[in-house]
Each structure stands twice: as C-alpha cells, then as structure tokens.
C-alpha cells in the first residue's frame, strides 16, 4: 500500500527525504491478518516478500533494514539517514514481529512442548531494586504494559522503584530503551527454563549454593562491623 503512489511519487520528483516503513509482520489495524511481507508460516499464503527489494525495485537507491528491538542499531541507521550525503529518497524498513501477534502464535507451541516434558527456555527481563534510582524514565520512555512500579526496599527512600510484571514476553525493549538513553543499569535479563535437563540442575545447584555462601560472608562481616 502506498508503494507507487508514495515511494514511487519521490524516487519520480526526486524527493530528498527519510521514510520509515514499520512492517511488524501483520495488518494490525484491521485484526492481524496475514500480509505478504509476514515472516511467520502463513496458512495458505506466499509470504516472506521483501518489503526492501520491493522499494528498491521502483528506484530507491538507499535502502536500510532494522530490527525495531535493537535499539542502538536503530538509533545507527536513523543518524546515518540523516547525515548521508547522498540525494534523493531514503527508506527505511522497521521490522519487528508485533509481539501480541508473536505470543498468540508461539504459546500453543511452548505449552505443547511443556506438557510433552520437553525443554522450553523464555526470556525474563526484571530491574534490580536496589540499583534503580526511582526516576522512572524507562516506564516514560518505552510505554511496555509490563513496566510498573513497587515499594521500595530500602527504608531509607520513599520513591517507589520501577518493577517487571510476570506479563514480560521478554522481548527486551524496556531493557534496550534505557541502556541506549544511557538512563541506567538496573535492568538485567533472565531465563525461565520449564522441564529442565540434569546439567542444568545440577549447575542451578552449584550456583544457589555458590550465591548463598557469598551472602552469609558478605552479612557477617557486616555484622562485625557493626
């Protein structure tokens, strides 16, 4: 949509401009259909179309690709975008797999694979309590529904600290968002593992025990101290 009338208008009247083309795999709009540059197994449908090689084919030059949940990188292309010396239209293609559409169509899977005993590992993202300054700029910035907020522990400080919701589908934007705002570096990433094997057992062991002797040196010689 809007290829030959949009795209192909600025290559025609030699437009020198950025456009960003969000293509999150779904026609999100109208329910989540099935659109040809969807990267998932559609049903009956030829898909996997290149939305750039599309672009390009009507005479844009510059063309960029971008995982819309790499932050840094897509802070890279735009900055080149907009210092390029080159003339004429630039596009940019924003791909990310919409997320409510991604869980809708992996969870049958996992739940499956988990009631077969198999292994099933997802990812987790959670903010360190005591590391975050309360400023909430990553709740501002990346707008995720699972981002919200708690008491805080230290007794010290009344400012409620951000906090991640078992909703996290973890697809890391909250986490990419601060670090590359440079906001701060309270968030870190986790992987919940159902059905594990004896390996991981046995090195989920050795670390609890591991972490817990490090607590207990670390009280007592505060106890000392005191």
């Known amino acids: 949509n809007g290829l030959t009338s949009g795209i192909g208008n600025a290559v025609f009247n030699e437009h020198d401009g950025v456009t960003i083309i969000v293509d999150n795999g779904y026609a999100a709009a109208t329910g989540g259909q099935w659109i040809p540059s969807s ?55 924003a791909q990310g797999e919409c997320q409510l559409n991604r869980q809708r169509r992996i969870r ?11 292994r099933v590992a997802r990812k ?18 990346s707008g995720c ?22 909703d996290c589908v973890g697809c890391g934007v909250c986490g990419e968002v601060a670090h590359a705002a440079v906001l701060c570096p309270s968030f870190y990433h986790a992987e919940l593992v159902d059905n594990p094997g004896a390996v991981e057992r046995f090195m989920q062991g050795l670390r609890r025990g591991l972490i817990g002797f490090l607590q207990k040196r670390t009280q007592r010689k505060r106890a000392l101290a005191w």
């Not at 449908?45 to 932050?71: E, F, P």
């Not at 049958?108 to 198999?118: T, V």
């Not at 987790?124 to 910035?141: K, N, P, Q």
């Open 108 to 118: 049958p899977l996992l739940n499956r694979r988990r009631k077969a005993g198999m």
């Open 124 to 141: 987790h993202y959670g903010v360190d309590a005591e590391t975050c300054t309360g400023d909430h700029s990553c709740i501002r910035l």
């Open 145 to 166: 529904p699972s981002l919200t907020v708690k008491p805080n522990p230290d007794p010290l400080r009344s400012a409620p600290v951000a906090a991640v919701d078992y």
């Open 39 to 93: 990267e998932a197994d559609a049903p009956r449908r030829t898909a996997r179309l290149s939305i750039a090689d599309a672009v390009r084919g009507v005479g844009v030059r510059w063309v960029r690709s971008l995982n819309t949940y790499d932050m840094k990188g897509t802070l890279r292309i735009l900055r080149e975008a907009m210092s390029t010396r080159e003339k004429g239209p630039k596009v940019i293609v």
